[in-house]
């Protein structure tokens, strides 16, 4: 309800209470779960509460809402090019992260985070073993250690999400398309920092 009333018209005097309920509500949710729709519109609330506090009430509450957010990123596919629309992130270390990926082309593609200095071995991997029987059920990802994170192999015009937490080692883990044939081309760098 609070959602489709203006926030310049909610009550100053309410508005800590209000923080408070939101800040309470994101953290009892798994960080899995605090992109979802409904932690989404308490996101939304926080936003516009922040605007109407002062100085003061923004140092107070700004790092305790810091603290709950799971970074939604959006990576999506270029149409044509078999490339990600995103080829550089930053995240930081040891913190969860959620990756809201799309594909816009008329090719499959999938999305998996490798170890740093392993994105060849693991791209060749996936092209040996592109053709066994167990190949589309895996979504094209090969099975490897090396593989931190994955998606499902998305069809044309589909949708996924992948959380993820994040290393605590910072370096830059790459992330590339194993869809055979794919990773030369279809790859970018995820910047853990400190």
Not at 50 to 76: C, K, N, S, T, Y
Not at 157 to 163: A, E, I, N, R
């Amino acid at each position: 309800s609070l959602a489709t009333i203006p926030g310049k018209s909610w009550p100053q005097d309410q508005l800590g209470t209000v923080g408070e309920a939101v800040l309470s509500f994101l953290a009892s949710k798994e960080p899995r779960e605090r992109n979802s729709p409904q932690a989404r519109v308490a996101l939304d609330i926080g936003s516009t509460l922040r605007q109407r506090l002062d100085d003061a009430g923004r140092r107070r509450f700004d790092p305790r809402m810091a603290e709950l957010v799971v970074p939604l990123i959006r990576i999506g596919t270029v149409p044509e090019r078999m490339i990600y629309d995103n080829d550089t992130i930053a995240v930081q270390a040891g913190r969860p992260v959620q990756f809201a990926l799309s594909n816009a082309d008329k090719m499959p593609h999938n999305f998996a985070i490798v170890l740093p200095g392993t994105m060849e071995q693991v791209g060749e991997l996936a092209e040996a073993t592109g053709r066994d029987k167990d190949a589309e059920a895996r979504h094209f990802i090969p099975n490897s250690t090396n593989i931190l994170a994955s998606s499902r192999l998305l069809q044309p015009g589909k949708s996924d999400s992948v959380f993820f937490a994040v290393p605590t080692e910072p370096g830059v883990y790459p992330y590339v398309c194993t869809y055979p044939g794919h990773w030369r081309r279809m790859y970018g760098a995820m910047y853990v920092v400190a």
